[in-house]
T-cell receptor, first 115, second 109 residues
Framework: NAGVTQTPKFRVLKTGQSMTLLCAQD?????MYWYRQDPGMGLRLIHY???????AKGEVPDGYNVSRLKKQNFLLGLESAAPSQTSVYFC??????????????FGPGTRLLVL | RKEVEQDPGPFNVPEGATVAFNCTYS??????FFWYRQDCRKEPKLLMS?????NEDGRFTAQLNRASQYISLLIRDSKLSDSATYLC??????????WGAGTKLIIKP
């Protein structure tokens, strides 16, 4: 099993450009998440999904959109990139809470630089 | 005040020593508690969950103190491979995970 994979691993954007980050998991997890990690701060939740076709806002959703058209994929879109979106983006997945295993499994991250 | 606070460190510790660090949380209604480990430029990985009765996994011991609203992580007989950033995570009453910024640990030979 590959676990959680993310593409791309690294990207440089100019202000105003758009892009999509792809997350895929092969563990049949119901829940998926997008976080950003900045120096000196904890992981902050951008958006999450509790199942195929559902999405919800996290702590810092502005400037991002997401889609969960297939259970195994969770896409994060940047509509018009800004330098403040320079960060490391992590995707994670987990079982539904009823299963009792709350572990979040993370992808390797995408490093994004917005100039 | 941050919801989950950790001493950023770094903690510089000689190999074989015991090291402990705490994490404080502000929401007394928090539900669950975890320690994750993150190696440099890598993704976080679950180290252990923290139960009310405390729990131990080999050289690692986690404790929860609800009265004082903190959790602790103790590492005994530290190894060079323990060098990492340790992230404290708290699930709040809305079932959202709140992440601390992490404590950096450096084990020196």
């Amino acid at each position: 099993n590959a676990g959680v994979t993310q593409t791309p691993k690294f990207r440089v954007l100019k202000t105003g450009q758009s892009m999509t980050l792809l997350c895929a998991q092969d563990m049949n997890h119901e829940y998926m998440y997008w976080y950003r990690q900045d120096p000196g701060m904890g992981l902050r939740l951008i958006h999450y999904s509790v199942g195929e076709g559902t999405t919800a806002k996290g702590e810092v959703p502005d400037g991002y959109n997401v889609s969960r058209l297939k259970k195994q994929n969770f896409l994060l879109g940047l509509e018009s990139a800004a330098p403040s979106q320079t960060s490391v983006y992590f995707c994670a997945s987990s079982y539904a809470e009823a299963v009792g295993d709350e572990t979040q499994y993370f992808g390797p991250g995408t490093r994004l630089l917005v100039l | 005040r941050k919801e989950v606070e950790q001493d950023p460190g770094p903690f510089n510790v000689p190999e074989g020593a015991t090291v402990a660090f705490n994490c404080t949380y502000s929401n007394s209604a928090s539900q669950s508690f975890f320690w994750y480990r993150q190696d440099c430029r890598k993704e976080p990985k679950l180290l252990m969950s923290v139960y009310s009765s405390g729990n131990e996994d080999g050289r690692f011991t986690a404790q929860l103190n609800r009265a004082s609203q903190y959790i602790s992580l103790l590492i005994r007989d530290s190894k060079l491979s323990d060098s990492a950033t340790y992230l404290c995570v708290v699930k709040d009453s809305n079932y959202q995970l709140i992440w601390g910024a992490g404590t950096k640990l450096i084990i020196k030979p």
